[in-house]
Each structure stands twice: as C-alpha cells, then as structure tokens.
C-alpha cells in the first residue's frame, strides 16, 4: 500500500466502490481461470480485502470465498503495496508459520503464493491477483513476476471501468447522478459535514435548451451544454469534484466559508455567466439559477438534490440568480405537488368539491341578476384548500380541463334546478386560457347544455383579458359561436391585462368584470377612483354592461351607483355561499340598495343586455 495513502481511506474507497455488486462479472472469472492456466497453477483468485476479511471477486480452484484476514497472504500484500512472491512457505521463515501452509479455512496446505497488487489510479490497492498451489514454485523468476504485475495491471482497469458504468456522464465524462448521491451520502456521515455546502447550477432553463434544439438542433445543444460545463468548472475552484445531475443541471461541493464570502462566490458565478459567450458564431447569455443547502439540513442525499432541485426552480420564479435552500419556500413547493397529485382523486370523487355562489345585484333595481359559481375544495386531509392555491397549478397542467369540466357540470345542473323553482338568475362560471384555447371546448360546452336542459341564455362564460391576448382570433372565433347560441360573455379582471380598444371593440362580450384590486379601496384611494371611472366610461363606449367585483363597503356602493356601475358583487353584498345557502339568500333578498346613490353626470347606462337575451 502505497506510504500516502491510509488504510481509512482505502477502506472507505472499497465501500464506495461497491465492489461486491461485481462477482456476476464472467470477465473476473475468466481472468482467474486465464491466472491458472498461464502460470500452470491450480489456484488463482482477483482477492479483495476489506476492513473485516479478505474476500474473492473471482476465483478458480479455490472452494472458499472469503477467510480471515489473519489467515490471508494477500492480507500481507496488500499492506507490503508490491508484489509479494514466496517461492516455498516452508522454506521461507517469515511464512513457514503461517496458517494458509497448514490448510486452514478448508484449503489445502498451500507451499507456494506470488500476490500482485490491484492498484486504482489513485493508488489505493484493493486486493491482489493472487496465485496459489501445494508445491512450491522455486523457478518464479522476474518473466513471470512482470507478466503477474502486467495481468493485475489489467485487472484493477477492468474494476474501475466497471465502477465508472453508471456512475459518468457519457456526454460530458463527468461524475453522473448517481456518483454524486454516493459521494454525498459518504460526505454526510463524515466529521465535516457540518462545514460544507453544496451547490446546484442549472446552466440555463429546459426552455432555453428545448428552443435551441428546436432552432439549431439537438447536436448543437448537447455541445452548447459541454461547452457551457467547462466554463463552470473553469470558473470553480479546479480541484472540486463537478457533478452533473440532470439535463441541464451541474453540482459541487463548496466548503462553507461564511454567509459574506459564500454571498460573493455567488455573486461572481453570476458576473461571469452574465457575460454573453460565442459559441459557432452566436452569442448565448443564458441564466443561470444556483441553489444552495448545507449538509444537515436535510436527511439523506436524495431528499438534499430534491431539496437543491426546488430552491433551484424557485429561483428562476422569482427572478433571482442565487439563493439558499429555506424550509418554508421547499414545504410550500411539496404542499403544492401533494395538492396537484391529490386533485385528481378529487374529480374522480362527489364529495369533496363543490360550488359555492356569490349574488350580483344591479345598481340600479337592487334585483339579484345573478350568480358567480366559484370552485371550493374540501380535502379530507388538509380541510379547505383556497381556489387561489390549487386553480394555478392546476392551470399549469392538463387538470385545469378536468376541472372546467366539473365546474360546467355542476353550474349547468343547478341552472337548471333554478330555472324550474322560477329563479331567474344567471351563473357564470371562469373558463381559463388552457380551456379556450382546446379546439373541442364550445363543442362540448354545447353538447353539456343539450344533455341536462339548461338554457344558454342563463349561462355566463367568464374569461380574462390575458387568455383572450394569447390567440385573439381563434378565442374570437370560440366566443362568437358561444354567443350565437345565446350563451352570455363576460371579461373578468377587467382592467389588469391588455384593456385597449384595439381589440375589445372585436370581442362579442357583453360584460366587463372591473377587478377587485380596483374597487376595494375606492372610498380611500384617489388614483383608484380615476382608474374605475375611466374603465367605466371605456367600457360604456364599447357598449358593454360593467360589473364591480369586490364591493366590501356601502361607501364604495354608493361611489359606483353614483358612477353609473351597472352591477356589483362583493362581500358587502354577501360571500360566496353553499348552494342550499344561496338559496336561502335568494328567497330573502329585499332588493334594498344603499340610499342616496345618483347616477354621475356623463355617465349613462348601459342598456339591460339581460332584456336583448332572455
């Protein structure tokens, strides 16, 4: 063993080198039985020894697979790091001794044992490429102990190829996933773990990669990636370990050298992928995200590249280059993907989502025109679970059709129950960009509305003005053929997208939904008050009928009656309620307004759509 290397470190070498997932290799097998037959000996062995005993990889004419480390030759060897040749044991007073001469283990008593060492480029040994037979050798000489050396040579390059499968990145001959998992797992029950940070890079987004693929092809994304791996190991300290962990994804371990110093290696990671780099003649300033964690924070090596992996994503949200992993930022991530795996159990099921309903009233008559249906999720587990955290996720993936689906299905049904106890109010329902965007929706809206009866000229289709800027004109084409059939359209948010009358004066709406963010602070907030009457008197241009959401005081009632707002729904009015509820509410209703609200000079009415639509 070479005088550098400690026996502590060449165990821990051993373990991580798993060489006991390596015995079905038939190559190791070969080489034993090649051992034999080259040297004409009846035993050979690829003979491993590790912290407890000495055990085979491979072995032919030897019945034992392991033996104690104090009856093993190769033991001797490996602490000698050299070849080890003993002619005749019995002739020889340092073995004459020793156990292995006199058959222990169920050997035969061995006479003759020449050991070279398998030594890693590193220049840990493992073990030996061991010879073995019951008469001695004496004509051993330096032919036969070179080609020994020259076969054992061979055999540790064979063990690390082996130990490399799997653990290096082909494209970037990198340690892999896999390699980094072991090595950080080593790296946490060591004594410094508490000293050390890890550090994920993710080169660019998957979208940055995905178009550039697209644009130039997969070969000049795969070098983009090389390339751009090699100036972050140029831009880290050489001799830390570069891991790559995903498509775009690279890691490594940095000793923790503060909060201030750590904050400036960040920041001159970020100042150096700041500067735009040529690659084939086009210039690349693709972000860069590092996350970061120390070890113990978390448990385990898996649960640390998750967590390394969310501050990660996390950051490119926010628009941030850098940042360390936070326990609250990573439960809010797992609470968000426990919601989206449980909501589909949710659809399947009748129990735990329901629709709830929010009254309009019209300023002008105080009548209840009607209602907006709004999704609640009861979640056996985790109780209420707010529209505003489950609809985004959902919305950014196939669930959110599933979810209008469900939606539709229960706001049709109970228009219908409405319609037959002589209710005649409206319900509108939010449909998303995803939903308007599926060729197949107002086909299946349609075919909905025939199956149950309910009539279209009490269905309210909401959407927002950024779902209607994605694709103008196939939204166009959807929204027209709803209101041929006499579907009502309403534009929600109205004032927080892209209003211009461009294209609003193209969208066959009939209402604009003013936003909450507007109205809530009316009474208090001058630049508010000029927002909402100038959407107000827009809107009336467009010939279109405004409705105020988030109306939580009689003051700013009074303020849009006064304005001539056509409608109203907040708080102040009533919360959204179970249908049973609403029901009640409906029954109970007086039609009383606040007192005093005048209709504000130049602003008119805008005629009663309800009238033109039935």
């Known amino acids: 063993m070479s005088d550098t290397v400690s026996e502590p470190m060449r165990l821990e070498a051993l373990r991580q080198m798993r060489l006991h997932e390596m015995r079905e290799d038939q190559t190791f097998a070969h080489f034993a039985q090649l051992a034999c037959d080259a ?3 009846p035993m050979a062995g690829i003979s491993i020894v590790d912290g407890h005993h000495q055990w085979f990889l491979a072995r032919a004419g030897i019945a034992r697979r392991a033996a104690a480390l104090d009856s ?26 020793h156990p292995v001469g006199r058959g222990a ?30 008469v001695p050798h004496p004509a051993f000489g330096p032919h036969e102990r070179r080609l020994l050396e020259s076969m054992a040579r061979t055999v540790s390059v064979r063990i690390e190829a082996n130990r490399d ?52 092809g997969q070969d000049y994304a795969d070098q983009y990636l090389v390339r751009a791996a090699d100036r972050l190991r140029q831009a880290i300290t050489p001799q830390r370990v570069l891991y790559r962990v995903s498509t775009t994804a690279f890691a490594f371990v940095h000793g923790s050298d503060g909060d201030e110093a750590m904050d400036a290696a960040f920041q001159r990671l ?25 070890l113990g924070q978390v448990a385990g090596a898996a649960e640390l590249l998750r967590a390394l992996v969310a501050v990660t994503d996390q950051l490119r949200l926010q628009g941030r280059a850098w940042g360390f992993y936070e326990r609250s930022g990573d439960e809010a991530q797992q609470r968000a993907f426990q919601l989206l795996a449980a909501l589909g159990g949710a659809l399947a099921g009748d129990d735990q989502l329901a629709l709830h309903y929010q009254p309009r009233l019209d300023l002008r008559t105080g009548a209840c025109v009607g209602f907006e249906a709004l999704l609640r999720w009861n979640h056996p587990l985790l109780g209420m679970v707010p529209p505003a955290e489950f609809i985004p996720l959902a919305e950014k993936t196939a669930l959110i059709s599933q979810v209008t689906r469900r939606v539709l299905q229960m706001a049709l049904a109970q228009s219908v129950r409405w319609n037959a106890r002589g209710h005649a109010v409206d319900i509108a329902v939010n449909v998303s960009a995803v939903d308007l965007d599926q060729p197949e929706f107002v086909d299946d809206l349609l075919r909905q509305m025939a199956r149950c009866g309910a009539d279209p000229r009490r269905i309210e289709i909401e959407c927002t003005e950024s779902a209607l800027s994605l694709h103008p004109e196939r939204f166009r084409a959807h929204l027209r053929r709803l209101r041929a059939h006499g579907v009502r359209l309403a534009i929600d948010d109205f004032g927080t997208g892209y209003s211009n009358l461009a294209y609003l004066k193209d969208i066959p709406a009939q209402l604009v939904k003013i936003d909450r963010s507007f109205v809530s602070a009316l009474a208090t907030d001058a630049r508010d008050r000029i927002i909402v009457t100038t959407l107000i008197r827009m809107a009336r241009e467009l010939g279109l009928r405004v409705v105020a959401e988030g109306v939580e005081t009689p003051e700013v009632l009074e303020l849009l009656t006064g304005w001539g707002c056509d409608e109203a729904q907040g708080y102040w009015i009533a919360r959204p309620m179970p249908v049973e509820a609403a029901e009640e509410w409906l029954r109970n209703h007086t039609g009383r307004l606040v007192a005093g609200a005048a209709e504000a000079p130049g602003l008119r009415s805008a005629p009663d759509v309800r009238t033109a639509t039935g």
Do not use: W
């Not at 061995?110 to 030996?128: I, N």
């Not at 700041?274 to 693709?286: E, K, M, N, Q, Y």
């Open 39 to 41: 040297f004409a000996v």
């Open 72 to 97: 093993s030759l190769c033991t001797n060897a490996v602490r000698l790091g050299g070849l080890l040749v003993v002619p005749d044991l019995q002739a020889d007073p340092c073995y004459r001794a």
């Open 105 to 134: 283990d169920g050997m035969p008593g061995v006479r003759f044992y020449a050991g070279a060492p398998l030594r890693t480029r590193s220049g840990l040994v493992l073990g030996t490429l061991c010879l073995m037979d019951t």
């Open 165 to 216: 499968t799997g653990l290096v990145d082909p494209m970037t001959l990198m340690p892999n996933r896999t390699r980094f998992l072991v090595d950080i797992d080593t790296l946490q029950r060591g004594p410094a773990a508490v000293a050390q940070v890890v550090v994920l890079v993710e080169l660019c987004s998957r979208e940055y990669l995905h178009d550039m693929a697209k644009a130039l």
């Open 270 to 294: 970020a100042d150096f992928f700041a500067v735009p780099f040529d690659f084939h003649g086009i210039p690349h300033t693709a972000r860069v995200a590092m996350g970061a964690i120390r």
